[in-house]
């Protein structure tokens, strides 16, 4: 058999509330032992070792954590003895963990997130399943090289098209445009496509060493909205900035100028969208060239940070920027 390393992150999947029915619960109450012994058929997959990395709801996730992932399936993958590796993981910032491991895995074995919607404690809890599931696509070989993914309700989604859609469906991902990498049912998978972007094996970005990531900020654009918080970001020190645009990664023109002045300043302004979904194309309704702006692409705003905050590890000119939005 397979051996698959389930990480523990905490999330919905390890939540507990006191009935079966209520809304209110708490993320990360469920060790990682608790949650494989209560899948039935689970050890029949795969060898099936578990390690706590954190037990928090995904709220609280952070680059730290992060980085801590990134160094363990490194290790994990340097060691060629193990097949694949599952993330449990709250569901609100799953996009971000995976995305970012897909920046910075140097690895072809399949890395799987999974989380649940519904707390280990509900009626029709959504987790034994789900990570039923993930450790099958982790331990098939046919999940190889197409790197990190999510498995949830069925489907597998690729890092770099997955989004959150609903704060409490058991559907709540979509991997809109793109598509899904493939489907899975009650452990059979099926596999559709690989991933067209630049990831894993041929991302250049490297988490080794890192133990701090850049500040980079997310600043919402609506009608008539505060240009000055683009100032104040620049003031607080941000190395970069996200614009949750409008449309087509449109904002007000005095927001436009707010953000000329911090590209002026040196700090990197990367032009997203609110939308969910379409991509933010370059000097569509704004002079990117003129102006010093990024254009996101494919990239939603909280993924645009994390690429912006790995790619500004190291100097980078506007134009390898620009690329860098373009290929991942
Ligand atoms: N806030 C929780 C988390 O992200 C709930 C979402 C979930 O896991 O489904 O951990």
């Known amino acids: 058999m397979p051996d698959v390393v389930i990480l523990a992150t905490g999330g919905t999947i390890a939540g507990a509330a006191a009935t079966g029915t209520q809304s209110g619960y708490t993320s990360g109450q469920v060790t990682i032992d608790a949650m494989v012994n209560s899948v039935p058929g689970l050890t029949k997959l795969a060898n099936i070792k578990g390690e706590q990395i954190s037990n928090v709801g995904s709220q609280d996730?952070?680059?730290?954590?992060?980085?801590?992932?990134?160094?363990?399936?490194?290790?994990?993958?340097?060691?060629?003895t193990v097949s694949g590796v599952v993330i449990t993981h709250g569901t609100d910032?799953?996009?971000?963990?995976?995305?970012?491991?897909?920046?910075?895995s140097k690895t072809d074995m399949p890395v799987v997130l999974v989380g649940s919607m519904r707390p280990s404690t509900a009626v029709s809890a959504d987790g034994p399943l789900n990570l039923y599931n993930a450790v099958a696509v982790a331990a098939d070989p046919n999940a190889k090289g197409r790197g990190v993914v999510l498995?949830?309700?069925?489907?597998?989604?690729?890092?770099?098209?997955?989004?959150?859609?609903?704060?409490?469906?058991?559907?709540?991902?979509?991997?809109?445009?793109?598509?899904?990498i493939g489907t899975t049912s009650y452990g059979i998978n099926d596999f559709y496509r690989y991933p067209d972007q630049k990831f894993c094996l041929t991302s250049e970005f490297s988490a080794e060493g890192v133990t701090k990531l850049p500040r980079v900020d997310i600043i919402y654009a609506d009608v008539d909205m505060p240009a000055d918080l683009i100032d104040a970001s620049v003031e607080r020190g941000?190395?970069?900035?996200v614009i949750a645009g409008v449309g087509n990664g449109?904002?007000?023109?005095?927001?436009?100028?707010?953000?000329?002045?911090?590209?002026?300043?040196?700090?990197?302004?990367?032009?997203?969208?609110?939308?969910?979904?379409?991509?933010?194309?370059?000097?569509?309704?704004?002079?990117?060239?003129?102006l010093g702006l990024i254009a996101s692409y494919n990239l939603n705003p909280q993924k645009s940070r994390v690429l912006l905050s790995v790619a500004l590890l190291k100097p980078r000119t506007l134009e390898e920027l620009q690329k860098i939005f373009i290929e991942y």
Not at 61 to 80: P, V
Not at 157 to 173: E, I, M, N
Request: glycine share 6%.
């Open 151 to 180: 498995v949830m309700n069925d489907w597998i989604h690729s890092a770099q098209t997955l989004t959150k859609v609903s704060t409490t469906a058991v559907q709540t991902f979509m991997s809109p445009i793109r598509g899904l």
């Open 61 to 80: 996730m952070s680059f730290e954590i992060m980085l801590l992932l990134a160094k363990r399936i490194n290790e994990l993958a340097a060691g060629k």
């Open 238 to 241: 941000a190395k970069g900035i």
């Open 250 to 290: 449109n904002m007000p023109k005095a927001a436009l100028e707010a953000c000329a002045r911090a590209s002026k300043k040196g700090v990197i302004v990367v032009r997203s969208t609110r939308v969910a979904t379409g991509t933010v194309g370059r000097n569509v309704e704004c002079n990117d060239d003129e």
């Open 93 to 104: 910032t799953m996009e971000e963990t995976a995305y970012f491991l897909n920046l910075v």
